[in-house]
């Protein structure tokens, strides 16, 4: 189990306010990390730092992941906090659902903005500090959504296939140093699809998910854990891994 000890890690989560972020954190802090939350909305991210402070060593602070200047200010408040950061979780998103024509210009910049740009800007920030002190691990949130996109949400699936990409591109140009991983994530009721997720559209994914029913947002913690942990510091990087019920094994 002592490969699973994150005890002196310091976990910095994008998106850390939401219901994935939160359940990611309270898994880290229990395994004895100390966590800094980033999100836009501060009553929320309240709220989270409350909730999970039982749990142990998290802080909150205030990040908009589409403005470089918030990620490089939220990123400088993690240094005064833990003078290092051993592993960056990219949760920030968003999600829509549009027919593909009725996709305007505004729509397609928020969601990229956010789940792309979002992504490539606080890696590279972060990646840079990571390299000045000799390590780290990146966790990035995909979706099933990013192979094969779903019907509907047209901007989402491509920002999700842009995140694998990213994923594997940087796991190779940041080696041996950084590991660059990414966690797909089948249907949880999150932030980002309650909107979409309709009693059709449940029943239409849960008939294509062999485990017959939509994930908890607890068991995406094994897997995150582990991403963090010395458990996968050997030799795993560039994975896109699914947490997705069988999601992604089905066919007809």
């Known amino acids: 189990m002592s490969m699973f000890d994150l005890t002196g890690k310091t976990v910095l989560i994008t998106g850390g306010s939401g219901v994935l972020g939160q359940a990611m954190g309270q898994a880290l ?46 990123v400088d408040g993690a240094l005064s906090f833990a003078s290092k950061v051993d592993v960056l979780i990219n949760a920030a998103g968003v999600n829509q659902k549009k027919p593909f024509f009725e996709v305007d210009d505004d729509d397609w910049e928020r969601v990229m903005g956010v789940n792309a740009r979002g992504t490539f800007v606080t890696s590279q920030i972060v990646a840079r500090v990571m390299l000045e002190q000799g390590g780290g691990s990146i966790i990035n949130l995909s979706s099933v959504s990013s192979d094969p996109p779903l019907s509907g949400v047209f901007a989402y699936s491509a920002s999700k296939a842009t995140v694998n990409s990213m994923t594997q591109y940087l796991a190779r140009e940041l080696a041996p140093t950084i590991r ?73």
Not at 64 to 74: E, F, K, Q, Y
């Open 29 to 74: 802090l229990t395994c004895g990390a100390r966590v800094l939350l980033g999100g836009r909305d501060p009553e929320r991210m309240e709220t989270a730092v409350a909730t999970l402070a039982r749990f142990g060593d998290v802080r909150g602070a205030a990040l908009d992941v589409t403005s470089r200047a918030s990620v490089c200010a939220w």
């Open 180 to 252: 660059v991983n990414a966690l797909i994530p089948g249907f949880f009721p999150a932030e980002q699809n309650r909107a979409i997720l309709t009693p059709a559209r449940i029943s239409a994914i849960t008939d294509h998910t062999p485990l017959r029913r939509l994930g908890e947002p607890h068991e995406l913690s094994g897997a995150v854990v582990w991403l963090a942990s010395e458990a996968a510091s050997g030799f795993v990087t560039g994975a896109l891994i699914r947490v997705d019920g069988g999601f992604g094994a089905m066919t007809i």
